[in-house]
């Protein structure tokens, strides 16, 4: 009987091991997902281009990271105008904090990398969406993602 129980001990801890192992990797995209009750609340998708010291400086990494902390979507990527670029998807806070962050925070980080970080200007454009399209935010070191300009 102690073997069963054991047994049925190490089943239950290793389901609960797998199912909140499995949940946590599941993409934010999906924590984005409108639910059936949710599904009335609306996303913000935003463009943004920054001028300035953001090249060579961990810019675009940084800016992955305050995503990734704001758990919004999208990309980054530099362009050859000297200028970083990107979309990003979340709810209107998470959005306002990005914004915030992408032309204010981002220039005052203190040491490290980042800390060479001198924004200039930074421009949006924003639209509602209905849910959220892209499954991660990533650095586009290739250029998969279309160039464009808003200045």
């Given at each position: ?16 091991w797998f ?47 305050q995503a ?32 915030n ?8 980080i ?18 509602d ?23």
């Open positions: 009987l102690k073997t069963i129980l054991t047994l049925v001990v190490i089943v239950v801890i290793g389901i609960y199912l909140s192992s499995s949940y946590s990797k599941t993409s934010i995209y999906n924590k984005h997902m409108a639910s059936p009750a949710k599904s009335a609340s609306k996303f913000i998708h935003l463009r943004y281009e920054v001028t300035g010291k953001v090249q060579g400086v961990f810019f675009r990494k940084c800016t992955k990271d990734d902390k704001l758990q919004i979507v999208g990309w980054v990527q530099n362009t050859m105008r000297k200028t970083v670029i990107g979309e990003a998807q979340g709810t209107n806070q998470q959005i306002s904090s990005m914004k962050w992408l032309k204010e925070d981002s220039s005052k203190p040491y490290g990398k980042g800390s060479l970080i001198n924004v200039k200007e930074a421009k949006f454009e924003e639209r969406i209905e849910k959220c399209t892209f499954e991660e935010f990533k650095v586009d070191r290739q250029g998969i993602y279309k160039d464009f300009s808003l200045f």
